[in-house]
């Protein structure tokens, strides 16, 4: 079905609402150049975050490893709870104090359980091949792939069902890690709290991007103005990409938006 919910945004987005129903993804709507390869942005830490779940399942590696400062586990770096700062040599926290976003804490689990250098195969050969995706990382591993929004379709249908990684491994990924810890989602300010699961953003009681989702549905954005929201307990989700930047814009059309398209979704 065809919609012109999301051209509402400037510029050029595209868009597919979702639902996955015994394993089968129905699309409820979708608008724009779903083909055209677009910079995820920060949506690329919910491709690392499920490579290392499946990592995870094999057995392979262990949310509880110490692989930061000061104690800091690998569920402390996805989850924004390991004290790094935004950067690498921007203030350090103590760890699991607040939550603070770090593109660091990202790369350096990423880095640790690939390899340095070898992020890029990393993800191809734990998601990217095999969800049939012809997305790839260009760039840094907390933000540089580069992707289709169908292939945003097959990532949010990865995290609602179990396939590439186990349920309970997905459970727990998209459960709030450390809860009850405030801290600020880039561009819509600072919460209490603010939870996060090992990689996806988990809504709680925020108002903000994630407009009237649940509290337990996760997601992430990116700085590209791409978006992918979804809710597990019943199968939904929706994504976008965009060719104008997130701004003013995104903060002030997504919380209405992505909770029209949950409605449509749920008709």
Same mark, same amino acid.
């Given at each position: 079905?065809?919609?012109?919910?999301?051209? #509402?945004?400037? $510029?050029?987005?595209?868009?597919?609402?979702? !639902?996955?129903?015994?394993? #089968?993804?129905? !699309?409820?709507?979708?608008?724009?150049?779903?083909?055209?390869? %677009?910079?995820?942005?920060?949506?690329?830490?919910?491709?690392?975050?499920?490579?290392?779940?499946?990592?995870?399942?094999?057995? %392979?590696? &262990?949310?509880?490893?110490?692989?930061?400062?000061?104690? &800091?586990?690998?569920?402390?770096?996805?989850?924004?709870?390991?004290?790094?700062?935004?950067?690498?040599?921007?203030?350090?926290?103590?760890?699991?104090? #607040?939550?603070?976003?770090?593109?660091?804490?990202?790369?350096?689990?990423?880095? &640790?359980?690939?390899?340095?250098? /070898?992020?890029?195969?990393?993800? @191809?050969?734990?998601?990217?091949?095999?969800?049939? +995706?012809?997305?790839?990382?260009?760039? %840094? *591993? @907390?933000?540089?792939?580069?992707?289709?929004?169908?292939d945003l379709v097959a990532l949010?249908?990865?995290? =609602?069902?179990?396939?590439?990684? $186990?349920? *309970?491994?997905?459970? !727990?990924?998209?459960?709030?890690?450390? &809860?009850?810890?405030?801290?600020?989602?880039?561009?819509? $300010?600072?919460?209490?709290?603010?939870?996060?699961?090992?990689?996806?953003?988990? *809504?709680?009681?925020?108002?903000?991007? +994630?407009?009237?989702?649940?509290?337990?549905?996760?997601?992430?954005?990116?700085?590209?103005?791409? /978006?992918?929201?979804?809710d597990a307990t019943e199968g =939904?989700?929706?994504?976008?990409?965009?060719?104008?930047?997130? $701004?003013?814009?995104?903060?002030? /059309?997504?919380?209405?938006?992505?909770?029209?398209?949950?409605? !449509?979704?749920?008709?």
């Amino acid at each position: 079905m065809v919609s012109d919910a999301a051209p #509402r945004w400037p $510029g050029a987005p595209a868009h597919v609402v979702l !639902r996955v129903r015994d394993g #089968r993804v129905e !699309r409820v709507e979708e608008s724009g150049d779903l083909d055209e390869p %677009r910079p995820w942005a920060s949506v690329t830490k919910l491709a690392v975050a499920l490579a290392v779940a499946v990592e995870v399942d094999l057995g %392979r590696r &262990a949310y509880e490893e110490v692989l930061g400062p000061d104690g &800091a586990t690998l569920a402390h770096l996805l989850a924004h709870a390991s004290g790094l700062g935004l950067e690498e040599g921007d203030r350090v926290q103590p760890v699991g104090t #607040r939550r603070v976003y770090s593109n660091a804490g990202v790369e350096r689990a990423a880095r &640790a359980v690939a390899g340095e250098g /070898l992020e890029a195969a990393w993800l @191809a050969e734990r998601v990217f091949t095999p969800l049939a +995706m012809s997305s790839a990382l260009e760039g %840094r *591993a @907390a933000a540089g792939v580069v992707g289709s929004t169908n292939d945003l379709v097959a990532l949010a249908a990865a995290w =609602l069902a179990p396939g590439l990684v $186990g349920e *309970a491994t997905l459970a !727990r990924a998209t459960t709030p890690y450390l &809860a009850d810890l405030a801290g600020v989602v880039p561009g819509f $300010g600072r919460f209490d709290p603010c939870p996060w699961g090992l990689g996806p953003e988990v *809504a709680g009681v925020k108002h903000h991007w +994630m407009g009237a989702w649940p509290p337990a549905s996760f997601g992430h954005f990116g700085q590209s103005g791409a /978006l992918l929201l979804a809710d597990a307990t019943e199968g =939904l989700a929706v994504v976008a990409t965009s060719t104008v930047a997130f $701004g003013p814009w995104a903060v002030a /059309l997504w919380p209405h938006w992505t909770s029209a398209a949950r409605e !449509r979704a749920r008709r």
